[in-house]
């Protein structure tokens, strides 16, 4: 199966991936490069492409991945053209820190209510706490996201922190 990329004038987004909806076709008639053609020239005039903008017509095998998935869609937003989709690997690190800060934000949420809670108390437990709280803090600047594929980017974690 194959789709079209194309690049995307919309921040930060590299690319923009149009998908021709070969399952819900009414073009039966149509073989797979006509049907290709024939969504190329309606995302034209429909302005999904720009009528003077470069396209890719790219078979699901040669995406990052090999496929398209779930798990391959991970970094999208750092796919790139360069002679053949690949992953601005500086852009996936952004992505993936950003997902990262995104749980680490909402750990830092519930430890605001434990730090409240324990200076009610007033048990002493509030100085663990903080400690705690301010290691979800520094996250961003200690952990170290430096890979050689998006594959070992998706699995680098923070020890402690959950994955969502």
Known sequence: MKCILTPNPNAPYNLKRIMPAYESLT???L???EL?????AR???TGSIAADASYWIVEHSDLPGGSLSEDNDYFFDAWEWDDGAMVNM?????IQMDKIRAVRNKELAKKDIEFMKALEADDGSSTVIAVE???LRDIPQTFDLITDTPEELKQKW???LPKE
């Open 43 to 45: 995302s034209k005039a």
């Open 90 to 94: 500086t852009k996936a690190r952004g």
């Open 27 to 29: 073009l039966g008639h």
């Open 133 to 135: 709280k301010q290691a």
């Open 158 to 160: 923070p020890e402690g």
């Open 31 to 33: 073989s797979e490069d």
């Open 36 to 40: 290709v053609e024939f969504v190329i």
